[in-house]
């Protein structure tokens, strides 16, 4: 870089040389250390997924993944097409500089990309963890100057650069909606004091292996002191011990709960709907999808939502078979085809490189291999790759939907893909790479009240919120609207303030047990 800019780039790196910032030296050469090859925010991403929450967990991921696009942006291509030589350092106090320089080219600054695209990755799912880490990640870009290996100007061009990779993320993998975004059905329902009258069941073997969680019999406990608990055990019938439950809450006059992954949680809503009680969600499995959407991602929010009485109305959707009979209900998706494979193989890699990613990657593998379905949708015939169908319309158009902006809407979301077009295959597998399978011709999405499937023979089973059935000939999809009561508060909690409030409670609960 040469001219003005340059002349005003050397200025401000020497007056940054000059500076004597008292405790400077003891921090931030360290913490210029520590960030090298991205260790610092690695570190960071695994505090964030053991200690925090959902939103925690998501921003972890989030910032890891902008953080290794800044890093391939900044070291394969920018640094190529730039060659700056890096600062003089003689007039960089001794004390400051690395034990050993950098010998790549000076800009930009591959460590305020890496520290801005963390920070706003982060921040871009979880706002206070991204306030949290901004000043470190500032801190981070301002020790390159300090040390004496970065101009100014490479700094800020990093920051810049790590920033943008972190808004391309969002092209492949949107964020979660603010509050504001999410348009809920607000309705009453008992306030149950300390839990009083909530028959909460726990799938003991949901959520295995989530960093950070309590057991869930304690966490309940701690947040509902006079809750009834009805532990699901391996040898348990689940329906059996949710029909205890409902009973009893019945007879409390009071509500249901469950924890667990959503395949339990859709048998639970299930039958509070057909006994009319509301339904308290802790989200005990993996993923929680139900629970993100009803707004209790947390324990904490569920047990808010249920000392206050403060809930959010929700649709049941159902399948019937050709006679009219009831053959299942689904709280999330269903589908048939090559969707659950899909959602099996993108599960198994999301949490390393993101939902969006995961999928585009799970649908060009499982295409690879695939043989069309040959179906009649409302009397129509169709070939098709897969077919989904979603309770309420769900956001973003595409194979990897993350949110419902409503749960009452009357709608299901039905997605296709059509196997006939030329090359649909090829077709399909390019659009998912390029994160624009919404707008290709072979990709349909369309939101009805009803949906009768009919030619099914060929179709070995149906799945529906994890779990799967046999499928008869003819299925008729529609839905309960306003069926089910589920607790939600009112208001978003504050995640971090929660959860230290939560580990105050489990600390003041050990110190009382006797030694």
């Not at 909530?198 to 809750?227: D, F, Q, W």
């Not at 009452?408 to 659009?431: K, Q, Y």
């Not at 000939?473 to 971090?496: F, G, M």
């Amino acid at each position: 870089m040469t001219g003005r800019i340059g002349s005003i780039d050397r200025r401000w790196f020497e007056r940054v040389a000059a500076a004597r910032l008292p405790g400077a030296e003891q921090v931030l050469p360290p913490l210029s250390a520590a960030a090298n090859h991205g260790r610092l925010w690695c570190g960071a991403a695994a505090v964030l997924a053991v200690a925090g929450g959902p939103a925690a967990r998501r921003a972890a991921r989030r910032g890891v993944g902008a953080l290794a696009l800044a890093s391939l942006t900044t070291n394969a291509v920018a640094k190529y097409a730039v060659r700056r030589r890096r600062p003089v350092v003689d007039a960089v106090p001794a004390m400051r500089r690395l034990a050993r320089a950098p010998w790549t080219s000076s800009f930009p600054s591959g460590h305020a990309a890496s520290a801005a695209a963390f920070a706003t990755g982060v921040a871009l799912e979880a706002p206070r963890y991204g306030a949290l880490l901004a000043p470190v990640a500032a801190a981070v870009a301002f020790s390159r100057v300090y040390v004496g290996v970065h101009y100014p100007g490479d700094v800020l061009a990093g920051c810049a650069l790590g920033a943008a990779a972190a808004a391309v993320s969002c092209y492949w993998w949107p964020p979660r909606p603010s509050p504001a975004q999410i348009r809920r059905t607000r309705v009453t329902a008992p306030a149950l004091d300390d839990g009083e009258g909530l028959v909460v069941v726990v799938n003991s073997g949901s959520g295995k292996g989530v960093p950070g969680r309590l057991p869930a019999r304690e966490h309940l406990e701690l947040l509902l002191p006079r809750a009834e608990i009805l532990e699901h055990g391996p040898g348990d019938d689940l329906g059996d011990v949710l029909d205890e439950a409902v009973a009893r809450a019945a007879d409390a006059a009071g509500a249901l709960g469950v924890c667990g992954g959503d395949g339990t949680v859709n048998a639970a809503a299930l039958r509070a709907a057909a006994a009319g009680l509301p339904l308290a969600v802790f989200p005990g499995g993996t993923l929680n999808h139900f629970a993100l959407d009803a707004g209790t991602p947390t324990f904490e929010d569920t047990a808010y939502a249920v000392r206050r009485g403060e809930a959010v109305r929700v649709d049941l959707a159902r399948v019937r078979d050709g006679g009219g009979a009831e053959v299942t209900g689904f709280v999330n998706t269903f589908s048939i085809g090559l969707y659950p494979e899909l959602v099996r193989k993108r599960e198994k890699l999301e949490g390393r490189i993101g939902k969006w990613p995961a999928a585009a990657v799970s649908f060009v593998e499982v295409l690879r291999t695939a043989e069309p379905l040959r179906i009649r949708i409302d009397g129509h015939d169709r070939v098709l790759w897969l077919l989904f169908a979603g309770n309420g319309q769900y956001l973003p158009d595409g194979l990897s939907p993350t949110h419902r902006p409503r749960m009452d809407d009357g709608l299901l979301d039905i997605r296709t893909v059509d196997a006939r077009a030329p090359l649909a295959r090829t077709r399909v597998a390019l659009s998912a790479l390029g994160g624009a399978l919404r707008r290709s011709h072979v990709f349909q999405a369309e939101r009805v009240e009803q949906l009768r499937l009919s030619g099914l023979d060929q179709v070995a089973a149906l799945a529906y919120d994890g779990e799967t059935a046999p499928a008869p000939d003819t299925l008729l999809l529609d839905k309960r609207q306003a069926a089910l009561t589920v607790y939600s508060p009112a208001v978003p909690l504050d995640e971090i303030a929660q959860r230290a409030r939560t580990a105050t409670l489990a600390a003041n609960r050990r110190s009382r047990r006797p030694a």
